[in-house]
């Protein structure tokens, strides 16, 4: 066998300078993270060339009994990790596993309640754009303009008055905790199923710095690849009771064959979250995040909500006339990659919103504290309000001395 670079340099060098960039740049977005070698061992596994439709035991394909003793592992260790029942890991990812749920519980065109994109929803709670809101009568809650946090009297009012037959909480923009009971408390009154979607917070409620909404929800989804710092991939977690209804909308109701190298790679995740070790680092990475919070704050920026609880801020940069889009730019030629972002009641349109979003994972993994964080906010500021490219130039390689000492893992 030849190694990558000889079969095929042109992809290998990509892959190198992707390698760089990583490692060259701090990486502040709230989604992505850097995966240990284990999980990315596990990932570049011979895994992917099975077929393994089917669960364990109950396979359609020969050869499965590896197959069934890793997917075992990956759910056996889900169960353990978060305290549920049931577990599916063959979602790949966050948004097929979000179909799942609409798939498992709803008719087309029954009611779906999700939070609206714009105040920090996710496109499959019910946004126009996705298959979520056409094939479903969809229904959207936001946050008070006031406050800029989610209103459960008005989510109330709306799932009671539009008879919601399925109620998501979580979302991709929103800085501040969940509260899971208070939807559970709701769904309940209504009669409706509640589905929450922690893509974004897993890695935090593993890790105790993130209340569970075990207990609370029918349906829990999540991506693999965000705090959790597992692969590219998806879980969905239940009681007993909906445990056949989920897996049955995922196969055979909305994939084929599981990607076995993820289900693998999600088991060594696990196992990784299930250590002490990750519990301290979901911590540090909400004080990290409150950290730069402060130091935003103090530098006279805007944060939805007024702060964060959790691993994200949603910076609102209206009062520094710098569009959102054209800080994100500014920032990645700076060595600073985050991403532009709505924030509520944005008079700005989508591909050119008031705001960005700053994420806190990636940064913690590499071993960033809190301490630097006023440095950070420094050059976020400085970044944002450039007009030269030397001062952008100049932020770039106090960056880059940071992010070489702080390596990603390998
Ligand atoms: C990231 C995310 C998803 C989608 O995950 P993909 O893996 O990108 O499909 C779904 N819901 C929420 C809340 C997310 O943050």
Not at 25 to 34: G, K, M, P, V, Y
Not at 390 to 397: D, F, K, N, S
């Amino acid at each position: 066998m030849h190694s990558l670079a000889t079969v095929d340099p042109q992809v290998a060098e990509l892959i190198a300078a992707e390698q760089a960039r990583q490692h060259d740049t701090l990486c502040l977005i709230a989604s992505e993270n850097h995966v240990s070698p284990a999980v990315l061992a596990a990932t570049g596994s011979v895994l992917t060339n099975k077929y393994s439709e089917g669960y364990p035991s109950k396979r359609y394909y020969q050869g499965n009994a590896v197959v069934d003793g890793i997917e075992e592992v990956a759910t056996q260790r889900a169960r353990e990790l978060f305290g549920v029942e049931h577990a599916n890991v063959q979602p790949l990812s966050g948004a097929p596993a979000n179909l799942a749920v609409y798939a498992a519980f709803l008719e087309p065109g029954d009611t779906v309640l999700g939070m609206a994109l714009d105040a920090g929803g996710h496109l499959t709670h019910g946004w126009g754009v996705s298959v979520t809101g056409r094939w479903f009568r969809s229904v959207r809650y936001g946050v008070r303009r006031d406050t800029g946090v989610i209103d459960l009297d008005e989510v109330r009012a709306l799932a009671r008055r539009e008879r919601a037959k399925l109620i998501w909480c979580g979302g991709t923009a929103i800085p501040r905790t969940i509260d899971f009971a208070g939807f559970a408390a709701i769904a309940q009154e209504v009669g409706a199923m509640l589905a929450a979607d922690v893509a974004h917070i897993a890695g935090l409620i593993a890790g105790g710095a993130h209340p569970s909404p075990v207990g609370h929800a029918d349906a829990i989804a999540t991506t693999t690849h965000k705090t959790l710092r597992g692969p590219r991939g998806a879980m969905l977690l239940s009681g007993a009771e909906h445990a056949s209804a989920l897996d049955r909308a995922v196969f055979p109701g909305l994939q084929g064959g599981p990607h076995d190298h993820t289900t693998a790679a999600i088991a060594v995740a696990l196992h990784e979250a299930a250590q002490p070790a990750f519990a301290e680092y979901a911590h540090a990475i909400v004080a990290n995040a409150v950290a730069l919070a402060d130091a935003l704050l103090e530098r006279g920026y805007d944060l939805v909500s007024g702060g964060t609880d959790n691993h994200l801020l949603l910076v609102d940069l209206s009062a520094t006339g710098v569009p959102g889009r054209a800080a994100a730019e500014a920032l990645e030629r700076a060595g600073l990659v985050c991403n532009y972002n709505a924030v509520p009641f944005d008079p700005r349109p989508p591909l050119d919103p008031s705001g960005i979003r700053l994420g806190t994972p990636a940064i913690t993994t590499r071993g960033l504290a809190p301490d630097h964080m006023p440095e950070l906010a420094r050059w976020i500021d400085e970044g944002v309000r450039a007009r030269d490219e030397a001062t952008l130039e100049r932020i770039r390689g106090e960056v880059l001395e940071l992010a070489r000492a702080f390596p990603p893992p390998a």
